[in-house]
């Protein structure tokens, strides 16, 4: 057993009689390993880019909440009024009637 490490570790089975075999399988095993190293490569990105989509989901969020906010401020009749006395539109002094209109039925 001593023997057969000290055989790889000196790399003495690249070399032998039936090195094409060995050969085959290290470029085997360096092609998988260069494939998982891609796959993982591109498994961190996903989760970087992932990472800042929700980054940006979150800033657009706080965006819509405060614009949301600025609207139903400048729905307030207060703030209506303040904007049309400035075009020179006041309320009205008098409450507005109802016109009620009867059908004659025949």
């Known amino acids: ?6 055989d ?6 690249l070399v032998s009689g039936d090195a094409p075999k060995h050969w085959l399988f ?3 095993v360096s ?14 990105r996903k989760v970087h880019q992932i990472a800042a989509l929700n980054e940006e989901v979150k800033e657009l969020r706080s965006e819509f909440v405060e614009l949301r906010s600025d609207v139903q401020r400048l729905k307030l009749e207060s703030t209506i009024t303040k904007i049309v006395e400035s075009k ?8 507005p009637k109802k016109i009620k209109v ?3 039925k025949e």
Do not use: N, Q, R
């Open 26 to 28: 290290i470029i085997f």
């Open 88 to 95: 020179g539109l006041y309320p009205s002094e008098t409450p």
């Open 8 to 13: 790889v570790l000196k790399g003495k089975f």
């Open 31 to 44: 092609f998988l390993a260069t494939v998982m190293i891609g796959s993982s490569h591109s498994a961190d």
């Open 1 to 6: 057993m001593k023997k057969g490490i000290l």
């Open 102 to 104: 009867k059908s004659f």
